[in-house]
Protein backbone atom coordinates (compact mmCIF):
# COMPACT_ATOMS: atom_id res chain seq x y z
CA UNK A 1 0.00 0.00 0.00
CA UNK A 2 1.13 3.49 -0.94
CA UNK A 3 1.51 6.39 1.53
CA UNK A 4 -1.45 8.09 -0.56
CA UNK A 5 -3.50 4.83 -0.41
CA UNK A 6 -2.85 4.35 2.83
CA UNK A 7 -3.87 8.18 3.84
CA UNK A 8 -6.84 7.77 2.04
CA UNK A 9 -7.64 4.64 3.90
CA UNK A 10 -6.77 6.37 7.43
CA UNK A 11 -9.21 9.70 5.98
CA UNK A 12 -12.25 6.95 5.49
CA UNK A 13 -12.39 5.32 7.99
CA UNK A 14 -12.54 8.76 10.41
CA UNK A 15 -14.93 10.24 8.18
CA UNK A 16 -17.18 7.57 7.52
CA UNK A 17 -20.94 8.75 8.72
CA UNK A 18 -22.24 6.31 11.35
CA UNK A 19 -25.81 5.99 11.08
CA UNK A 20 -27.72 7.26 13.97
CA UNK A 21 -28.83 5.48 16.95
CA UNK A 22 -32.40 3.45 17.57
CA UNK A 23 -34.02 6.06 19.39
CA UNK A 24 -37.25 5.43 20.46
CA UNK A 25 -39.70 8.39 21.65
CA UNK A 26 -41.50 6.38 24.44
CA UNK A 27 -37.82 5.82 25.81
CA UNK A 28 -37.31 9.65 26.64
CA UNK A 29 -37.66 11.19 29.56
CA UNK A 30 -41.11 12.33 30.74
CA UNK A 31 -39.80 15.89 30.70
CA UNK A 32 -39.12 15.74 27.13
CA UNK A 33 -42.33 13.38 25.73
CA UNK A 34 -44.40 15.90 28.10
CA UNK A 35 -43.24 18.92 26.62
CA UNK A 36 -43.34 17.84 22.70
CA UNK A 37 -47.11 15.60 23.00
CA UNK A 38 -47.94 19.56 24.90
CA UNK A 39 -47.53 21.38 21.77
CA UNK A 40 -49.17 18.78 19.58
CA UNK A 41 -52.91 19.83 18.59
CA UNK A 42 -55.32 16.79 19.70
CA UNK A 43 -55.85 15.10 16.61
CA UNK A 44 -52.11 14.37 15.97
CA UNK A 45 -52.08 13.38 19.08
CA UNK A 46 -54.18 10.73 18.86
CA UNK A 47 -52.72 9.74 15.47
CA UNK A 48 -49.25 9.49 17.58
CA UNK A 49 -50.57 7.19 20.20
CA UNK A 50 -51.91 4.99 17.78
CA UNK A 51 -48.68 4.33 15.99
CA UNK A 52 -47.17 1.72 18.70
CA UNK A 53 -48.24 -0.36 21.93
CA UNK A 54 -45.66 0.83 23.58
CA UNK A 55 -46.00 4.55 23.29
CA UNK A 56 -50.03 3.97 23.95
CA UNK A 57 -48.42 2.69 27.03
CA UNK A 58 -46.37 5.28 28.38
CA UNK A 59 -49.28 7.89 27.76
CA UNK A 60 -51.38 6.19 29.70
CA UNK A 61 -49.02 6.39 32.81
CA UNK A 62 -48.26 9.89 31.95
CA UNK A 63 -52.02 11.16 31.01
CA UNK A 64 -52.45 12.98 33.96
CA UNK A 65 -48.98 14.91 34.08
CA UNK A 66 -49.89 15.27 29.80
CA UNK A 67 -53.57 16.36 30.87
CA UNK A 68 -51.67 19.10 32.99
CA UNK A 69 -48.75 20.39 30.52
CA UNK A 70 -51.35 20.57 27.58
CA UNK A 71 -53.68 22.90 29.21
CA UNK A 72 -51.02 25.07 31.12
CA UNK A 73 -49.37 26.10 27.55
CA UNK A 74 -53.36 26.46 26.57
CA UNK A 75 -54.07 28.22 29.74
CA UNK A 76 -55.12 31.69 28.07
CA UNK A 77 -57.50 29.72 25.51
CA UNK A 78 -58.96 27.35 26.97
CA UNK A 79 -59.22 28.96 31.25
CA UNK A 80 -62.44 31.29 30.44
CA UNK A 81 -63.65 28.35 28.83
CA UNK A 82 -63.09 26.24 31.67
CA UNK A 83 -64.52 28.23 34.07
CA UNK A 84 -67.82 27.84 32.14
CA UNK A 85 -67.72 24.36 31.54
CA UNK A 86 -65.31 22.82 34.50
CA UNK A 87 -64.80 19.21 34.81
CA UNK A 88 -67.40 16.70 36.21
CA UNK A 89 -67.29 16.34 40.05
CA UNK A 90 -65.42 12.95 40.18
CA UNK A 91 -62.33 14.65 38.00
CA UNK A 92 -61.89 17.13 41.26
CA UNK A 93 -59.28 16.39 43.65
CA UNK A 94 -59.48 16.45 47.78
CA UNK A 95 -58.46 20.46 47.40
CA UNK A 96 -61.33 21.61 45.17
CA UNK A 97 -58.84 21.89 42.54
CA UNK A 98 -59.72 20.08 38.75
CA UNK A 99 -57.91 17.31 37.51
CA UNK A 100 -58.16 17.66 34.03
CA UNK A 101 -57.74 14.41 31.69
CA UNK A 102 -57.43 14.29 28.08
CA UNK A 103 -61.28 13.04 27.16
CA UNK A 104 -62.35 16.21 28.94
CA UNK A 105 -59.59 18.43 27.33
CA UNK A 106 -60.51 16.97 24.38
CA UNK A 107 -63.83 18.25 24.69
CA UNK A 108 -63.10 21.68 25.80
CA UNK A 109 -60.74 22.46 22.77
CA UNK A 110 -63.95 21.47 20.56
CA UNK A 111 -66.21 24.00 22.54
CA UNK A 112 -63.41 26.78 22.59
CA UNK A 113 -62.92 26.24 18.87
CA UNK A 114 -66.42 25.97 18.01
CA UNK A 115 -67.45 29.60 20.37
CA UNK A 116 -64.82 31.12 17.69
CA UNK A 117 -66.39 29.68 14.52
CA UNK A 118 -69.77 31.05 15.89
CA UNK A 119 -68.57 34.24 17.52
CA UNK A 120 -66.79 34.99 13.65
CA UNK A 121 -70.41 34.26 11.95
CA UNK A 122 -72.19 36.14 14.40
CA UNK A 123 -69.98 39.17 13.49
CA UNK A 124 -71.24 39.07 10.32
CA UNK A 125 -75.03 39.34 11.59
CA UNK A 126 -74.81 41.32 14.54
CA UNK A 127 -74.00 45.23 14.10
CA UNK A 128 -70.70 46.41 16.17
CA UNK A 129 -72.81 48.96 18.02
CA UNK A 130 -73.05 47.20 21.51
CA UNK A 131 -69.53 46.97 21.43
CA UNK A 132 -68.51 50.20 20.55
CA UNK A 133 -71.38 51.49 22.98
CA UNK A 134 -69.75 49.01 26.00
CA UNK A 135 -66.32 50.78 25.10
CA UNK A 136 -67.33 54.33 25.08
CA UNK A 137 -68.86 53.91 28.63
CA UNK A 138 -65.40 52.16 30.11
CA UNK A 139 -63.72 55.08 28.90
CA UNK A 140 -66.38 57.54 30.34
CA UNK A 141 -65.94 55.60 34.01
CA UNK A 142 -62.33 55.70 33.49
CA UNK A 143 -62.03 59.29 33.31
CA UNK A 144 -64.68 59.39 35.86
CA UNK A 145 -62.71 57.79 38.00
CA UNK A 146 -59.28 60.13 37.07
CA UNK A 147 -61.16 63.32 37.75
CA UNK A 148 -60.40 65.81 39.10
CA UNK A 149 -56.50 64.93 39.65
CA UNK A 150 -56.40 63.96 35.43
CA UNK A 151 -58.13 65.92 33.29
CA UNK A 152 -55.96 67.60 30.83
CA UNK A 153 -54.07 64.39 29.82
CA UNK A 154 -56.41 61.82 30.41
CA UNK A 155 -56.67 61.13 26.89
CA UNK A 156 -53.08 59.74 27.04
CA UNK A 157 -53.71 57.85 30.24
CA UNK A 158 -56.31 56.40 29.09
CA UNK A 159 -54.58 55.21 25.78
CA UNK A 160 -52.11 53.80 27.91
CA UNK A 161 -54.14 51.52 30.05
CA UNK A 162 -55.82 50.07 26.71
CA UNK A 163 -52.80 49.53 24.73
CA UNK A 164 -50.25 48.65 27.55
CA UNK A 165 -52.09 46.23 29.95
CA UNK A 166 -55.20 44.88 27.85
CA UNK A 167 -57.88 46.00 29.82
CA UNK A 168 -55.94 44.28 33.13
CA UNK A 169 -54.68 47.48 34.44
CA UNK A 170 -58.35 49.28 34.01
CA UNK A 171 -59.71 46.10 36.20
CA UNK A 172 -57.23 46.83 38.35
CA UNK A 173 -57.97 50.71 38.46
CA UNK A 174 -61.78 49.94 39.41
CA UNK A 175 -60.55 47.53 42.36
CA UNK A 176 -58.29 50.37 43.87
CA UNK A 177 -61.38 52.90 43.85
CA UNK A 178 -63.41 49.86 45.21
CA UNK A 179 -60.90 49.57 48.17
CA UNK A 180 -60.68 53.62 48.95
CA UNK A 181 -61.34 54.30 52.67
CA UNK A 182 -60.16 54.83 56.23
CA UNK A 183 -57.76 57.95 54.84
CA UNK A 184 -56.41 56.35 52.22
CA UNK A 185 -57.00 56.87 48.20
CA UNK A 186 -55.90 53.96 46.95
CA UNK A 187 -57.50 54.79 43.36
CA UNK A 188 -55.29 58.36 42.92
CA UNK A 189 -51.99 56.14 44.39
CA UNK A 190 -52.65 53.49 41.95
CA UNK A 191 -53.20 55.97 39.05
CA UNK A 192 -49.67 57.61 40.22
CA UNK A 193 -47.89 53.86 40.25
CA UNK A 194 -48.49 54.21 36.37
CA UNK A 195 -46.98 57.40 35.73
CA UNK A 196 -44.53 54.95 34.03
CA UNK A 197 -46.45 53.31 32.26
CA UNK A 198 -47.87 56.00 30.71
CA UNK A 199 -44.84 57.94 30.08
CA UNK A 200 -43.16 54.69 27.84
CA UNK A 201 -45.95 55.34 25.46
CA UNK A 202 -45.28 58.98 24.22
CA UNK A 203 -48.56 60.47 22.84
CA UNK A 204 -50.64 57.59 21.95
CA UNK A 205 -53.94 58.94 20.26
CA UNK A 206 -57.29 57.27 21.68
CA UNK A 207 -58.65 57.18 18.68
CA UNK A 208 -56.63 54.95 16.94
CA UNK A 209 -57.06 52.14 20.31
CA UNK A 210 -60.50 51.68 19.01
CA UNK A 211 -62.73 54.05 18.24
CA UNK A 212 -61.70 54.72 14.51
CA UNK A 213 -61.75 51.29 13.44
CA UNK A 214 -64.91 50.66 15.32
CA UNK A 215 -66.33 53.88 13.14
CA UNK A 216 -65.03 52.42 10.05
CA UNK A 217 -67.28 49.41 10.68
CA UNK A 218 -70.04 51.16 12.06
CA UNK A 219 -70.48 52.89 8.97
CA UNK A 220 -69.57 49.29 6.20
CA UNK A 221 -72.79 48.11 8.23
CA UNK A 222 -74.76 50.95 7.71
CA UNK A 223 -75.35 51.38 11.40
CA UNK A 224 -75.64 55.11 11.00
CA UNK A 225 -78.01 56.40 12.88
CA UNK A 226 -78.74 54.16 15.61
CA UNK A 227 -79.95 53.81 18.94
CA UNK A 228 -78.16 53.19 22.11
CA UNK A 229 -80.07 50.75 24.26
CA UNK A 230 -77.66 51.29 26.72
CA UNK A 231 -78.13 52.94 30.32
CA UNK A 232 -75.37 54.45 32.53
CA UNK A 233 -75.16 55.05 36.21
CA UNK A 234 -72.33 57.57 35.85
CA UNK A 235 -75.05 60.91 35.65
CA UNK A 236 -74.26 60.94 32.11
CA UNK A 237 -77.94 59.23 31.05
CA UNK A 238 -77.93 56.92 28.38
CA UNK A 239 -74.31 55.69 26.60
CA UNK A 240 -74.52 57.31 23.50
CA UNK A 241 -71.74 57.43 20.54
CA UNK A 242 -71.75 60.13 17.99
CA UNK A 243 -73.72 57.90 16.02
CA UNK A 244 -76.52 57.71 18.39
CA UNK A 245 -80.31 59.32 17.51
Same mark, same amino acid.
Given at each position: ????????S???????????????? #?????????????H????????????T??????I???????????????????????????????????????E???????????????????????????????????????????????????????E???????T?????K?? &??????????????????????????????????? &??? #??????????????????????S?L??????? &??? &?
Amino acid at each position: MTPFTRVRSIKAKFTKRRPPPNLKI #WTLPAPILLHIISHLDLPDFQALRLTTRALNTRIKTLEPAIAHTYYVVRRSELSFIAELFPPPPPLYGADDRPEYSLAYLADLTTCWRTCLRLSFYLAEHVVLRGTHHVMTLLCDAVRALMAPCITYSSETWLAALLTQSTLEKVV &ELFAAAARDGNGRDQRMEFLWSLREVVGCCGEVKL &ERV #WFCAARREICRRGAIPHFSGLSSTLGTGDVRC &EFC &E
